[in-house]
């Protein structure tokens, strides 16, 4: 079902009171479901999936088909894929899960088309970071070919959820009983009905460039912005605005409901007049687009396979594996106690 993105720009952005309160809640799952996802496996496997927080490996993150760390779903039994796929569910909406198993399922397809090992729907990887539990710190992970989600929790709360990537090959099924699946399709659509409504001088800010090259951000740590670029909201109509919120929601509702609205109210407080949208390329695929605030960096790019290969990531400027919020608790609860390079966070 295609998106509307004829609403006011009051209801994209409201926030329920008392959000904040249920936030913890969240938090609490993703510990419930770690802790159960570890205690369902056995000595080894609990082994594999299990790291110390402060170990480089919790940075080691990227959206291609290569060796990694942490348990794959190819060595879960039944029972063990149901207690992963609820630590999952613990973190993403419907949407985003959705999305997510699609995302895997799509290297089936690969799989079938390229006969090669490297395409594997189970080389999909968990991987929790220190001790879940309600005091101190502690993350996971699931990472494998276009899909990396990273959360990390503090003292019971979720100070990160972020880098979050998403990629889709092919983009659109074009042969084959699968024909016409699509798991990315409103990330392509709803930024093609944003485009179409800027004209004139205003499409001429907007289009940064002919030709699409593809991501600027890549698996970099820490998250830089990018060029500044395009046009800011604060030069946009009503609907253009409207229409850039509902297109920054497709990302954000990935996440669970409280995560997304957190994710809202902290894009809203940096400010959203200075957020820009910038595109790249043709209106048909091959093409690029990105949107950019103060805080945060969504990147699309559907440039490879002739326009039918995509990739998409969410990266927060100051959140990206909690590298603040990390600093702030051990400055502020443990002042005396050797800092653990905060699991890697004065980049190598």
């Known amino acids: 079902m295609k998106r509307t993105i004829a609403i006011s720009l009051c209801a994209v952005l409201a926030i329920p009171i008392g959000w904040a309160a249920v936030a913890p809640d969240v938090a609490r799952d993703m510990m419930d479901g770690a802790r159960q996802f570890l205690a369902g496996l056995d000595a080894d496997n609990r082994q594999q999936a299990s790291f110390s927080f402060d170990d480089d490996e919790r940075l080691n993150w990227h959206f291609i088909p290569r060796t990694r760390e942490g348990l794959p779903y190819a060595e879960l039994t039944p029972a063990q894929r149901r207690l992963a796929d609820r630590l999952l569910g613990s973190a993403l909406s419907r949407d985003g899960l959705n999305k997510a198993q699609g995302v895997m399922y799509l290297d089936q397809i690969l ?29 996971w992970r699931l990472e494998g ?62 289009i940064i ?4 090259t593809g991501m600027v951000s890549g698996n970099s740590f820490p998250a830089e912005p990018a060029e500044t670029a395009g046009l800011a909201m604060s030069e946009m109509s009503g609907a253009q ?26 894009i809203t407080d940096a400010g959203l007049d200075e957020i820009r949208f910038a595109w790249a390329g043709g209106v048909e695929p091959p093409h690029y687009y990105r949107i ?14 002739n326009g039918n290969h995509i990739h998409s990531v969410w990266r927060d400027f100051e959140s990206d594996f909690a590298t603040d919020a990390l600093a702030e608790h051990y400055a502020a609860d443990h002042p005396n106690a050797a800092t653990p390079r905060l699991a890697g966070l004065t980049p190598q």
């Open 292 to 305: 950019q605030g103060p805080t945060f960096l969504v990147e699309y790019d559907n440039t490879q396979g």
């Open 111 to 139: 799989f079938e088309a390229e006969g090669r090992d490297i395409r594997n729907s189970d080389g999909y990887y968990f991987s929790v970071f220190g001790e879940p539990s309600e005091q101190g710190a502690w993350g």
């Open 209 to 212: 460039a002919d030709r699409a």
């Open 241 to 266: 605005r409207e229409a850039l919120m509902a297109l920054l929601r497709v990302y954000i509702d990935r996440m669970r409901p409280e995560l997304a609205r957190q994710e809202i109210q902290k």
């Open 145 to 206: 070919h276009h899909l990396a989600l990273n959360f990390t929790i503090v003292d019971g709360e979720i100070v990160a959820s972020s880098p979050a990537f998403m990629g889709s090959n092919p983009a659109v099924v074009r042969e084959g009983p699968l024909t016409g699946l699509e798991v990315l399709a409103d990330e392509e659509s709803v930024g093609r009905e944003l485009l179409a409504l800027f004209e004139g001088e205003q499409r001429d800010q907007v």
